[in-house]
């Protein structure tokens, strides 16, 4: 079946660590995109990435890094300069069309 | 420049009838694209129906369509004969214009939560 993963489902991170966010897609899609969502909000923009080894800066990057090493895999990392991580984070892909497709989504919660 | 805006906050329907979910768009360029997307409580954002700005007629995607109104600048969605399962988080979202080259990110409404009451 093709789809976009994300995992973990659900993170906790304490203070001062960094963490990682998976996503893997095998929809042979060129983009792909972080998105950062709050409660009752709509969806930011964190990077997104239209070729590998190359991507671009969101809305609100800082605090955060990416890589994009392989056209399947575009993981997202949350640094301690993120000073208010708790949030959920949705990864999409898209083809030239410009649909996007999202994962399932990961919760990540600072204790 | 370009921006979504989605007027309703909260919506309820009651099972069986339909419901229209506004939005309104702004963009100076003449190609474009638009989505309407369904995010429920698991979280998961699942795309629903795609009308381009050059498309004759109103998209159509089983019980979901776009009555999309170019000269009003609204791609309002429509699902009709409401379940329960389409109790849920509606986002609206239009890809960027042509002349941005490189930076293919779509723009993205606030979303509006519909309850469908049984």
């Known amino acids: 079946d093709g789809g976009i993963t994300q995992s973990p489902k659900y993170l906790f991170r304490k203070e001062g660590q960094n963490v990682t966010l998976s996503c893997e897609q095998n929809?042979?899609?060129?983009?792909m995109y972080w998105y950062r969502q709050d409660p009752g909000q709509g969806l930011r923009l964190i990077y997104y990435?239209?070729?590998?080894?190359?991507?671009q800066k969101g809305d609100i990057a800082e605090g955060y890094s990416v890589s994009r090493e392989k056209k399947e895999s575009f993981p997202l990392t949350v640094t301690s300069a993120q000073k208010n991580p708790t949030a959920f984070y949705l990864c999409?892909?898209?083809?030239?069309?410009?649909?996007?497709?999202f994962g399932p989504g990961t919760r990540l919660t600072v204790l | 420049a370009q921006k979504i805006t989605q007027t309703q906050p909260g919506m309820f329907v009651q099972e069986k009838e339909a419901v229209t979910l506004d939005c309104t768009y702004d963009?100076?360029?003449?190609?474009?694209?638009l989505f309407w997307y369904k995010q429920p409580s698991s979280g998961e954002m699942i795309f629903l129906i795609y009308?381009?700005?050059?498309d004759e007629q109103n998209a159509t995607e089983g019980r979901y369509s776009l009555n999309f109104q170019k000269a009003r600048k609204s791609a309002n969605l429509v699902i009709s004969a409401s379940q329960l399962g389409d109790s849920a988080m509606y986002f609206c979202?239009?890809?960027?214009?042509?002349?941005?080259?490189?930076?293919?990110?779509?723009?993205w409404g606030l979303g509006t939560s519909l309850a469908v009451n049984p």
């Open positions: 999409a892909s898209s083809s030239l069309s410009d649909t996007q497709y």
């Open positions: 929809l042979n899609h060129d983009a």
């Open positions: 990435s239209q070729i590998v080894n190359d991507f």
């Open positions: 963009t100076s360029d003449q190609s474009y694209g």
């Open positions: 009308q381009g700005s050059y």
């Open positions: 979202a239009m890809s960027p214009p042509r002349y941005a080259g490189n930076n293919r990110k779509l723009i």
